[in-house]
């Protein structure tokens, strides 16, 4: 019998992957020849490379002049046909980017045993989470991604929590990323009638935000699997920093096609999440999108969630309506909108629904 049959007979994988800390990355280094079954998708939640399509991208936007109109609705143009896009010129300082990425390395470089310490049973706080796959318990099917989790709360919690190997670059990345934030904000929300972002409306569009650190292992019978699964995001808006290996891909809106996301040295992909195509009562789209997994390559992508605080109640906003269109979506507490998402398995945009009037 094949060695690597005889192992996976004794050998435990979830217990190996999920409990002990070890995650996909630890079961890519065992060399398996095949994926455990554990990670094989059911057919349609595999990437069918026949509906990836290349005659379009995503669009390319330079911020460096946003006091041109034109760069305003071009980022308003392509939230609401694509719902993502990239920047370039973000002023975001390229060495932020590379010391962020490479911190990620040297998180998921540590043992087991240390990055275990920041799971779920054994974080000291609900706002660091180390863990592997999205969530393991509701998934019929495991995804092949192992992730680190921050919640921002302060300087002084973070020095307190946040692991020591990625967490100043971890909050540098947040920090030089708020002005670039502040102002995608304001030329989106000024399509929505809003004259001015005040302190409570800057609090309901970005009063809290998470980091991820997310590790994708090469991984044995890719396409049999998925990085990530389709999926949109519960946040305002999403600020994802992606290496040069790919894979992200984005559902063309109300089609059945794909769409690459070609990474681009030094750009940040943009996306819309639920949280603002609800305000904006629809009019900004938050698009299904999905990761592949590798078969050479070990991918990183660091995604920073611009969201709404747990206890804002969130809608279409006022001046939205007062222009006269009718609401579609209800008030609902941020907080009962995100606990939704993390109670079942990724479903494509199921999540929204639960916000339609
Ligand atoms: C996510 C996500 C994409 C990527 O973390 O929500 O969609 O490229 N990540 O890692
Ligand atoms: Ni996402």
Redesign the pocket.
Known sequence: MAPAMAMAETFDIINYAVHQGHGVKGLSELGLKSLPNQYVQPIDERIDMTTVIDEHSIPVIDMSDLSDQKVADSICDASERWGFFQVVNHGVPLKVLDEVKESTYRFFSQSAEEKNKHSKDNSPTNNVRFGTSFTPHAEKALEWKDFLSLFYVSQEEADAYWPQACKDDALEFLKSSEIMIKKLLVALTQRLNVKEIDEEKENLLMGSKRI?M?Y?PKCPNPELTI??GR?S?VSTL?I?L?DQVG??YVRKLETDSWIHVPPIEGAIVINIGDALQIMSNGRYKSVE?R?AANGNHNRI?V?IFVNPRPNDVIGPLREVIESGETPIYKQVLYSDYVKHFFRKAHDGKGTVDFAKI
Do not use: A, E, K, R
């Open positions: 991820n997310n994708y990085g990530v999926h995001d999403t994802l992606q894979g992200l999108h990761v992508s995604p």
